[in-house]
């Protein structure tokens, strides 16, 4: 009976360790997949200040509340996702490497006072999170 017991919790623990892995996964995704449509917002844009805004959210998105390059002034597209992708996808250095270039452009960007400059970097931050946006579209959590 004991041994049975144990292999119960044992089984449930495994079981929630589990989904708690694939819980944090999927806010990497998400975020990922929202900081994607603002990279392309901000690609779109009319206006310097609009294509800034959104890369904000992109940078929010990416280095989440907790970090220090997180604006607290822009809007936060992410919140309720999870701890921003970068941090997110801690445990996957490939992924984390593909959002640390999308994030040093997405800064780039916000240097920029030329329209078609900002737009430029935009679509860089874009082509660097369609690869991890589509994966978290298509994925079947």
């Not at 904000?56 to 509340?65: A, D, E, R, T």
């Not at 919140?79 to 445990?91: E, L």
Request: with cysteine; proline share 2%.
């Amino acid at each position: 009976m004991n041994r049975l017991l144990i292999v119960g919790i044992t089984a449930a623990l495994a079981g929630g360790l589990a989904c708690a892995a694939q819980a944090q996964t999927h806010s990497a995704q998400d975020e990922i997949s929202t900081a994607h449509a603002h990279a392309m917002m901000a690609q779109s844009a009319t206006s310097v200040a609009m294509a800034h805004a959104h890369l904000h959210h992109v940078i929010n998105c990416l280095v989440g509340p907790k970090s220090a390059d997180f604006d607290a002034k822009a809007e936060d597209p992410c919140k309720g996702q999870g701890d921003g992708a970068i941090p997110d996808s801690a445990g996957n250095h490939a992924t984390r490497a593909k959002l640390e270039s999308a994030l040093a452009d997405a800064q780039a960007g916000l240097k920029s006072e030329s329209l078609a400059a900002v737009h430029q970097d935009a679509g860089k931050v874009a082509a660097g999170l369609k690869g991890d946006s589509a994966k978290a579209s298509s994925s079947s959590w």
